[in-house]
């Protein structure tokens, strides 16, 4: 039974999970917008709005976290010079989620989330 569990599995283990999320968010900081399932994606977004809420505080602590999550220094680098500061005045709801439609292979639901501009 599920009783008070909040996160979907996608069928995989903690770690996998964990591990794919991080990379998710690392895409989507570097590209501005990614492809990927509907599930993945509702998954992707609160891990996603975290890391720029961190951003925007900007501090060492903040860095520190983020970067436990972004392995990459670049794209941590990009997420504290440029993401954080254009979403100072936005309160949350950093990112949209689109949905596409059906993917040709298998019929999985696709969405596209992408960073709002402001």
Known sequence: MRHRA????LSRTASHRRAML???????FRHGAIVT?????KELRPVAER????ARRGDLHARRLVERRIRDKGVSTK????LGPRFQARPGGYTRILKLGHRIGDGGDTARIELLKE
């Open 79 to 82: 997420l504290f010079k440029e």
């Open 6 to 9: 909040k996160d979907r599995q």
């Open 22 to 28: 991080s990379n998710m968010a690392t895409d989507l």
């Open 37 to 41: 399932t509907v599930a993945k994606a």
């Open 51 to 54: 890391l720029i809420t961190l």
